[in-house]
């Protein structure tokens, strides 16, 4: 009985096998055949996990490659064209060109002539942005006499000042100024 189901089953027709079905087999003993060559020495290991490495940056920056070199020559052709224009021009006619300081103090243009007789005075003097004085103070002495106002007023009167400036501009401001005399007698 036995022996009758085993002819049986050799008298079954056959039935194809799915195209399909055959890759997946042949790929699956491929990958089975190569993993069991890569693993036998550790030589072949290395040597295929560098072949894997240089697949994988392979396929990562050719794509990148293009347009990286792309955009490195349009940014020396463009720099190309406009370094031409990056040039200073020295020795030019700057006699007319005023030097920016970021600070400066109050200057005087001319002292009075009438300031310098009788005793030392120290003043604080106020002047605006146009170079005109504004106020004026005694810090040391709040009840002056005539002769230091007189002293005061024509420094004030006869003098010129040169406004402070700040990053190019005038600007008011105060400064304390020491009138001191000397006697020479010869």
């Given at each position: 009985?036995?022996?009758d189901f085993m002819?049986?089953?050799?008298n079954?027709?056959?039935?194809?096998?799915?195209?399909?079905?055959t890759?997946?087999?042949?790929v699956?003993?491929?990958r089975e055949?190569?993993?069991?060559i890569?693993h036998?020495?550790y030589?072949?290991?290395l040597?295929?996990?560098?072949?894997r490495?240089q697949?994988f940056?392979?396929n990562l920056?050719?794509?990148?490659a293009?347009?990286?070199?792309?955009?490195l020559l349009?940014?020396f052709?463009c720099?190309?064209?406009?370094?031409?224009t990056?040039?200073l021009?020295?020795?030019?006619?700057?006699q007319?060109?005023?030097?920016i300081?970021?600070?400066?103090?109050i200057?005087?243009?001319?002292?009075s002539?009438?300031?310098?007789?009788?005793q030392?005075v120290?003043v604080q003097l106020?002047?605006?942005?146009?170079?005109?004085?504004?106020d004026?103070a005694l810090?040391?002495n709040?009840?002056?006499?005539?002769e230091?106002?007189?002293q005061?007023?024509n420094?004030v009167?006869?003098?010129t000042?040169?406004p402070?400036?700040r990053l190019g501009?005038?600007?008011a401001s105060?400064?304390l100024i020491?009138?001191?005399?000397m006697?020479?007698k010869g």
């Open positions: 009985m036995k022996r002819d049986e089953l050799k079954l027709p056959r039935r194809p096998v799915p195209p399909l079905l890759t997946r087999l042949s699956l003993a491929s055949r190569s993993r069991r890569t036998r020495t030589r072949t290991w040597v295929e996990r560098l072949s490495a697949l940056f392979d920056l050719k794509p990148l293009v347009p990286a070199a792309g955009g349009c940014s052709l720099f190309g064209v406009i370094v031409n990056l040039h021009h020295y020795g030019g006619d700057w007319d060109d005023m030097p300081n970021f600070t400066s103090e200057a005087f243009g001319d002292v002539p009438f300031s310098n007789t009788g030392d120290m106020a002047v605006d942005s146009l170079g005109n004085v504004t004026y810090p040391q709040p009840h002056p006499s005539a230091e106002l007189q005061i007023g420094l009167l006869f003098s000042f040169t402070a400036m501009r005038p600007i105060k400064r020491y009138i001191s005399h006697t020479v």
